[in-house]
T-cell receptor
Framework: DSGVTQTPKHLITATGQRVTLRCSPR?????VYWYQQSLDQGLQFLIQ???????AKGNILERFSAQQFPDLHSELNLSSLELGDSALYFC?????????????FGSGTQLSVL | GESVGLHLPTLSVQEGDNSIINCAYS??????FIWYKQESGKGPQFIID?????DKRQGQRVTVLLNKTVKHLSLQIAATQPGDSAVYFC???????????FGQGTELSVKP
């Protein structure tokens, strides 16, 4: 168990809908990362937060947004969902978000858009 | 652009043999590398890391080798066990931030 908690584990929804994925980082970790894993794209970095502030942005679509709350949990919001958004979404955390820290990953949320 | 790639998408080994998983990276500015193991239905799990000022690091049954000259990273698993069956990813960081860039992954299958 990595200590990173993601909910829900599975999510099935329809095209055009909006969903929210939730992540609680390991105790003491201030930085949260979101990744998308699909069969054809592998693990793609979406966005990073540190202590409530956005720190880095990757290949995140404009339809997607995220935030980190004062209690350090994070949410990833996906809107106007398309079939191609079906993927595993992982949250990871690290202590301070610096270059030489390992990331600890949650078990992921499997999103299926029908 | 930045990319991390794996030479072999699948690797099958006999239980007890040593496994070597390779990874090529293209960004010479990368200064920190990590190997992750991902089992079915689970998130990536940290195995071992290495900084760019090192060329070898050993853990329990695992060794990571870094060759900066040819931008190559490898993971060696000694006495491979059935529990080692998983997809292995190499990942790199470019200094100044925390994000990881992942390779495509190699699936390791261990035959009993």
């Amino acid at each position: 168990d990595s200590g990173v908690t993601q909910t829900p584990k599975h999510l099935i929804t329809a095209t055009g809908q909006r969903v929210t994925l939730r992540c609680s980082p390991r105790s003491g970790d201030l930085s949260v990362y979101w990744y998308q894993q699909s069969l054809d794209q592998g693990l793609q970095f979406l966005i990073q937060y540190y202590n409530g502030e956005e720190r880095a942005k990757g290949n995140i679509l404009e339809r997607f947004s995220a935030q980190q709350f004062p209690d350090l949990h994070s949410e990833l919001n996906l809107s106007s969902l398309e079939l191609g958004d079906s993927a595993l979404y992982f949250c990871a955390s690290s202590e301070s978000g610096t270059w030489n820290e390992k990331l600890f990953f949650g078990s992921g949320t499997q999103l299926s858009v029908l | 652009g930045e990319s991390v790639g794996l030479h072999l998408p699948t690797l099958s080994v006999q239980e007890g043999d040593n496994s070597i998983i390779n990874c090529a990276y293209s960004n010479s500015a990368s200064d920190y590398f990590i190997w992750y193991k991902q089992e079915s239905g689970k998130g990536p799990q940290f195995i071992i890391d290495i900084r760019s000022n090192m060329d070898k690091r050993q853990g329990q049954r695992v060794t990571v080798l870094l060759n900066k000259t040819v931008k190559h990273l490898s993971l060696q698993i000694a006495a491979t066990q059935p529990g080692d069956s998983a997809v292995y990813f190499c990942a790199e960081k470019i200094g100044g931030g925390g994000k990881l860039i992942f390779g495509q992954g190699t699936e390791l299958s261990v035959k009993p």
